[in-house]
């Protein structure tokens, strides 16, 4: 099991710009797939963005594409989600996920371990 704290949430613009961090330990990082997901209220939790374990491999949902960039380094067991060009519709709070096999890494049911959340304001 790995633990996984977010932080670098916050309130800012509409077109504004935030840098997410999610730190891990407890388990070798680098063996993990890691992923972003959020949550607005009253809507179900939904996937951003996963990253390969050696972080080659990158997927986005479209909502984000252009303008979120998922990273991470294995060597400070951190990933990362930098935020561009945000919008009122990325208010949510957002969850970073580890993920022991490659498989559904769209989906929540492909991660194994969950961190609390930092919340993302955007405000028009």
């Known amino acids: 099991q790995v633990q996984l704290v977010e932080s670098g949430g916050g309130l800012v613009q509409a077109g504004g710009s935030l840098r997410l961090s999610c730190a891990a330990s407890g388990q070798t990082f680098r063996i993990y797939h890691m992923g972003w997901f959020r949550q607005a209220p009253g809507k179900e939790r939904e996937f951003v963005a996963t990253i390969s374990k050696s972080g080659t491999s990158t997927h986005y949902a479209d909502s984000v594409k252009g303008r979120f960039t998922i990273s991470r380094d294995n060597g400070e067991n951190t990933v990362y989600l930098q935020m561009n060009s945000l919008k009122v519709e990325d208010t949510a709070l957002y969850y970073c996920?580890?993920?022991?096999?490659?498989?559904?890494?769209?989906?929540?049911?492909?991660?194994?371990?969950w961190g609390q959340g930092t919340q993302v304001t955007v405000s028009s």
């Open positions: 996920a580890a993920a022991r096999g490659g498989l559904y890494l769209a989906s929540q049911s492909g991660y194994d371990d």
